[in-house]
């Protein structure tokens, strides 16, 4: 069985970004109420290391998703708090559903390259492109976040 361990950083809970506490404190009850449904629906590693942060504006994303060589061995996935509860969903069953990828190594992420079940792409870079959403890794993660996300609906 998987399990999901789930850090919110400090500056939420008592820093700059003290407006997103209720909410961010809120969701991950629920996600941490609902999580079972959602983990033995995915092939998912034995540990994932959620944190619940304030992500960078440079990084120009709601949620990241890094394979374990990245981070020492460890599944790390980072949402965005500074979301309303569809999109803060979303945006982590997304980036679950990439870990499922690594896990499985479907999704291979190199310097230049990437390697979706043995073909080789070239990176599209800039996310906010329609060319980015079209990738067959990203359009997967959209649509089984999408069909995860009714375990998370009120
Ligand atoms: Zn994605």
Same mark, same amino acid.
């Given at each position: 069985m998987s399990k999901?361990?789930?850090?919110?950083?400090?500056?939420?809970?008592s820093g700059n970004y003290s407006q997103w506490k209720k909410s961010t404190l809120n969701y991950v009850e629920i996600f941490?109420?609902? #999580?079972?449904? =959602?983990?033995? !629906?995915?092939?998912?590693?034995?540990?994932?290391?959620?944190? #619940?942060?304030? =992500?960078?504006? !440079?990084?120009?994303a709601s949620g990241i998703a890094y394979p374990p060589e990245c981070k020492g061995g460890k599944y790390i996935v980072d949402v965005d708090a500074r979301q309303r509860r569809r999109s803060f969903f979303h945006t982590l069953l997304h980036e679950l559903v990439h870990v499922e990828q690594f896990h499985t190594d479907k999704l291979i992420i190199g310097d230049r390259k990437i390697m979706w079940k043995g073909k080789l792409y070239e990176q599209v870079h800039d996310v906010f492109s329609s060319a980015y959403g079209k990738q067959p890794w990203e359009e997967e993660a959209n649509r089984k976040a999408k069909k995860l996300y009714k375990f998370l609906k009120a």
């Open positions: 999901i361990n789930t850090k919110i950083t400090s500056p939420l809970i941490n109420d609902k #999580v079972g449904h =959602i983990i033995d !629906r995915l092939d998912l590693p034995k540990t994932i290391e959620l944190r #619940v942060r304030a =992500i960078p504006y !440079r990084m120009k």
